[in-house]
């Protein structure tokens, strides 16, 4: 009740009881939560409860280059505000977790082409208005004489929709009015599946019936599962403006309207020319998805039959979906199950450990959308890993 106090807010909840996710073609496991305001609170009651345990933190100190004596890692200069280096001894080992490549473009040219062709979304900076996330730590482990992990690597990249609709499986289409895909695959599978379309872009499209329909979509990540009535707006208005939290509203939508990002029509010839795509071939696109919802079975592209709902009932919509961002780029120093980090013929530098998006290991190809919280998860487990196998001193 007082959003100025820490608290935990979850998404798409209560998850729908017609949801089950050993039912579904791609299950998504529900329990997406945040921390808010913000991660604060949580983050530093982590460090306080670290201190107490003894550890000491230091900021405004960057790591910039790892210290061997001999083939062992035994320690690490540090550049403080002033431009001063700091040798920093460890006397068992070295833990490197310090964020991942995607904001150096000659990092990504090398490693994961195909991810320079997606804006990075988080476009953090340092004190200095640099930007972060430019693979220190992997280069430093490089230095030191370990390896990066084989690829091909996995670019986090998802079209979420807007916030009244989602990433939500209703109808979609290319820039040729033709359907391309099964639109039940989740945000980062129905992202590769657009990027490789004429254009780059595609069109969801739904009818007046979205409201009725939210309560049968999946607890996917960008989906939306709730409508809020008018009369509860105000009571849940945090989460109907918490971006893609599952939450929609009517006042929301038709701001969204308003904004352009949601196109309506009172019929699919105008919704055609709305977007600039051939009216015959979304009326009979359109149609022929009519006919699949009404027979009860996706011929065509095997979508599951609950989510089939014809687009038959004006006003009819449509959602541009475009290029999406990038929020990290997984790809690491390839380590051991102690990880530990490994040279070039995959024996451990001794010493050096790593954990986060420094770690390789994590995800290939893709970054998975089916359990929330799997890179953060993730990251504090092998974290807490690397740190007592570097405190063994092995």
């Not at 687009?311 to 780029?329: K, Q």
Request: proline share 6%; charged share 20%; glycine share 10%.
């Amino acid at each position: 009740t007082d959003p100025e106090k820490p608290y935990v807010f979850p998404e798409r909840f209560p998850v729908n009881e017609n949801y089950n996710w050993r039912e579904e073609n791609y299950p998504c496991f529900p329990g997406m939560v945040h921390l808010l305001p913000d991660h604060g609170w949580a983050m530093h009651g982590t460090l306080e409860a670290a201190q107490k345990a003894g550890a000491e933190a230091r900021f405004n100190l960057k790591g910039e280059q790892l210290i061997k004596e001999g083939d062992k890692v035994v320690g690490v200069y540090a550049s403080d505000e002033d431009g001063n280096i700091v040798r920093v001894n460890a006397k068992k080992g070295v833990v490197l977790s310090c964020g991942d490549m995607s904001s150096d473009t000659e990092m990504l040219t090398y490693y994961a082409p195909q991810a320079t062709k997606y804006g990075c979304f988080f476009s953090t900076m340092d004190k200095s208005g640099k930007p972060v996330n430019t693979g220190d730590g992997h280069k430093m482990a490089m230095w030191a004489g370990a390896v990066m992990e084989d690829g091909p690597y996995a670019p986090m990249t998802h079209s979420l929709g807007t916030n009244s609709v989602g990433i939500d499986p209703f109808l979609m289409v290319n820039q040729d009015g033709k359907r391309f895909a099964n639109e039940d695959v989740g945000a980062q599978e129905l992202q590769n599946a657009i990027k490789r379309q004429k254009g780059g872009v595609s069109y969801q499209i739904f009818d007046s019936k979205w409201k009725e329909q939210l309560s049968a979509m999946p607890q996917c990540f960008g989906g939306v599962t709730h409508y809020i009535p008018p009369e509860q707006e105000a009571e849940y208005e945090h989460a109907i403006n918490h971006f893609a939290a599952g939450y929609a509203s009517d006042t929301y939508f038709q701001g969204e309207i308003e904004q352009g990002s949601i196109i309506p029509a009172d019929s699919i010839d105008e919704l055609a020319k709305a977007v600039n795509i051939p009216a015959d071939a979304l009326v009979e696109t359109v149609e022929r998805y009519n006919e699949l919802a009404h027979a009860g079975k996706d011929a065509d592209f095997s979508k599951v039959s609950t989510r089939l709902f014809p687009v038959e009932n004006p006003p009819y919509y449509a959602v541009p979906f475009g290029d999406s961002g990038m929020l990290v780029l997984i790809g690491g120093i390839d380590c051991d199950v102690d990880c530990r980090a490994l040279d070039a013929e995959k024996n451990p530098v001794p010493g050096l450990f790593v954990a986060g998006n420094t770690m390789g290991g994590r995800f290939l190809v893709d970054y998975p959308v089916t359990v929330a919280g799997a890179s953060h998860s993730m990251a504090m487990s092998f974290g807490r890993l690397a740190g007592r196998k570097a405190a063994e001193g092995k």
